[in-house]
């Protein structure tokens, strides 16, 4: 009788603690699926950041996303892409984007992926907040780097990213490390994370960024503390490399978000 009671104590404990283990974990997607839950996730039909100037782009289209073999894959087409599906305005330098329902605050935002390996494609995960050009609220981290003054988009390098915290879109409402990563573009699969805080009594204020669960560079100044979506894709600004190629691929595996939902987060208006 005895035996069994610790028997059942012991199964009830296990899953209440195994239960407080799923509970802690806010958010995952790992796309194991046959198509992309469109109670996460709404496919972007898009086109922002454009500057005929100095070229133009196609946006981002909802066919340029889909799930396969356990992957959210996100098609890139490249200047020399002649195939039949049309952007907005045209055929070349066109991507596609997810971006979540729900929205985050303060959190741990995760993704396993392999991004696309080309100078002229910007792969992308970003959380984004707009109500004003003085209130955006956004964290990216962006591939290729080393294309920021004083280097030029023709040194666009795929081993470089750039991490960036907004509060608005001046020049003077933002920060912007572009620093060297390594190989990152191998072919293997490796870990993107963004750690945001928004302040509490025992945590700083401050945007955290990690590259194989190393930190890479920490920015103090320009923390959003508004809920915002998480994005997760490829476009074309005009600020990289040439897109010569015809296309190409980001693969992720899982997405992952913790909340900390800290004193400092803020609702989406």
Same mark, same amino acid.
């Given at each position: 009788?005895?035996?069994?009671?610790?028997?059942?104590?012991?199964?009830?404990?296990?899953?209440?603690?195994?239960?407080?283990?799923?509970?802690?974990?806010?958010?995952?997607?790992?796309?194991?699926?046959?198509?992309?839950?469109?109670?996460?996730?709404?496919?972007?039909?898009?086109?922002?950041?454009?500057?005929?100037?100095?070229?133009?782009?196609?946006?981002?289209?909802?066919?340029?996303?889909?799930?396969?073999?356990?992957?959210?894959?996100?098609?890139?087409?490249?200047?020399?892409?002649? +195939?039949?599906?049309?952007?907005?305005?045209?055929?070349?330098?066109?991507?596609?984007?997810?971006?979540?329902?729900?929205?985050?605050?303060?959190?741990?935002?995760?993704?396993?992926?392999?991004?696309?390996?080309?100078? +002229?494609?910007?792969?992308?995960?970003?959380?984004?907040?707009?109500?004003?050009?003085?209130?955006?609220?956004?964290?990216?981290?962006?591939?290729? +780097?080393?294309?920021?003054?004083?280097?030029?988009?023709?040194?666009?390098?795929?081993?470089?990213?750039?991490?960036?915290?907004?509060?608005?879109?001046?020049?003077?409402?933002?920060?912007?490390?572009?620093?060297?990563?390594?190989?990152?573009?191998?072919?293997?699969?490796?870990?993107?994370?963004?750690?945001?805080?928004?302040?509490?009594?025992?945590?700083?204020?401050?945007?955290?960024?990690?590259?194989?669960?190393?930190?890479?560079?920490?920015?103090?100044?320009?923390?959003?503390?508004?809920?915002?979506?998480?994005?997760?894709?490829?476009?074309?600004?005009?600020?990289? +490399?040439?897109?010569?190629?015809?296309?190409?691929?980001?693969?992720?595996?899982?997405?992952?978000?913790?909340?900390?939902?800290?004193?400092?987060?803020?609702?989406?208006?």
């Amino acid at each position: 009788m005895r035996k069994n009671f610790y028997t059942a104590f012991i199964s009830v404990s296990l899953i209440v603690i195994l239960g407080q283990r799923t509970a802690a974990q806010d958010f995952f997607d790992d796309f194991n699926g046959t198509k992309l839950n469109s109670s996460y996730w709404k496919k972007e039909n898009t086109k922002w950041g454009e500057n005929p100037a100095k070229g133009t782009h196609g946006g981002v289209i909802p066919e340029n996303v889909y799930v396969k073999d356990g992957n959210l894959v996100i098609r890139a087409h490249g200047n020399y892409y002649t +195939g039949n599906i049309w952007g907005h305005g045209q055929k070349t330098k066109v991507g596609g984007v997810i971006s979540s329902k729900r929205s985050f605050a303060s959190g741990s935002y995760e993704v396993r992926a392999k991004i696309c390996p080309q100078v +002229g494609a910007l792969s992308a995960f970003w959380t984004y907040y707009y109500k004003s050009d003085t209130a955006n609220h956004e964290i990216d981290f962006e591939f290729p +780097g080393r294309n920021q003054a004083p280097n030029t988009p023709e040194k666009s390098d795929i081993t470089w990213g750039l991490m960036t915290s907004w509060r608005g879109v001046g020049d003077d409402m933002h920060k912007t490390t572009d620093m060297p990563f390594g190989n990152q573009a191998d072919g293997q699969y490796h870990l993107y994370r963004i750690e945001w805080h928004t302040g509490s009594p025992t945590e700083k204020a401050r945007v955290e960024w990690y590259y194989d669960n190393k930190l890479m560079t920490t920015a103090y100044d320009f923390v959003p503390d508004r809920a915002s979506k998480f994005w997760v894709g490829i476009w074309f600004p005009y600020w990289i +490399g040439r897109a010569d190629f015809i296309v190409d691929y980001m693969y992720v595996d899982w997405i992952k978000i913790k909340e900390y939902k800290e004193p400092g987060d803020k609702p989406a208006k």
